[in-house]
């Protein structure tokens, strides 16, 4: 399918897991991708690997002249910007008693102020190429209670309250903002989470049986959600909260 043929599009966190994923279903379904993280080498490795319809940018998604320079040199290159995905996530494994504040203010930073600064600059470039789609990255943490995730479960609902306001805020100027929800997506950060854990796979095993269909979720099923969300197939989707958890929040 060629659903985002021509379209111009951002993915932050995009070099590696759910981004890395989500930037080159963008780019098979035709659209133009910038591939944004803050670590360049593994963007510029993903942007290689999709080819000529790609190119990397380092941007720090907490820092507002980062993201505000992103979008602008986007809309410089390609005379516009029609999707962005706000991807990029950190977490911490840890209790509230547990989070130091400088973990809560790198999580909050990260996923909710990144989110927010993501949309502050690609609302008005999407209205002014006349309407697009946001897609943010929340997590099934926003809906449930996750054990030792208290900053994250924070940072995740805050990105599903945020992407409601803000879709009615936009709704009628073109700009369509949803979310997906993930499950536990078997990426890298899944690994460094659980090697801090007695038994790495133990904790692997336990976070694995969360999805009643007895998996973790593949990084292609998000981003597969992703380029629908960002489609004018999902014309009428405006301030929905996509899960894709195999179940996880069923029970």
């Known amino acids: ?26 780019a098979k379904e035709g659209a133009r991708v910038v591939v944004a993280d803050r670590d360049e080498e593994s963007a510029e490795r993903v942007a290689m690997e999709i080819g000529g319809q790609a190119v990397h940018y380092r941007v720090d998604v907490s820092s507002a002249e980062e993201v505000g320079a992103l979008v602008q040199d986007t809309v410089r290159r390609w005379n516009g910007l029609d999707v962005m995905v706000n991807n990029a996530g950190v977490g911490v494994a840890a209790t509230t008693p547990e989070t130091s504040e400088g973990d809560w203010r790198r999580v909050i930073d990260v996923n909710l102020k990144g989110t927010f600064l993501g949309m502050k600059y690609a609302i008005p470039a999407i209205r002014e190429s006349g309407g697009g789609s946001i897609v943010n990255v929340s997590s099934t943490a926003a809906l449930v209670g996750i054990p030792d995730r208290a900053a994250y479960c924070a940072a995740k609902g805050g990105i599903l309250a945020l992407t409601r306001a803000a879709a009615i805020d936009h709704a009628n100027e073109g700009v369509r903002i949803n979310c ?16 801090g854990y007695d038994d790495p796979e133990e ?49």
Not at 18 to 24: F, I, L
Request: net charge positive; glycine share 10%.
């Open 203 to 251: 904790a692997r095993a336990r976070m694995q049986a969360r999805q009643p269909h007895g998996r973790f979720v593949t990084p292609d099923e998000i981003a597969a959600m992703i380029a629908y969300l960002a489609s004018d197939e999902s014309a009428s989707c405006v301030g929905a909260c996509m899960v894709v958890d195999g179940g996880m929040t069923a029970q």
């Open 180 to 195: 997906v929800a993930p499950g536990t997506v078997d990426t890298p950060w899944i690994a460094r989470i659980t090697a």
């Open 1 to 26: 399918m060629r659903r985002l043929e021509g379209k111009r599009a951002i993915v932050t966190g995009a070099g590696s897991g759910v981004g890395r994923a989500s930037a080159m279903r963008l």
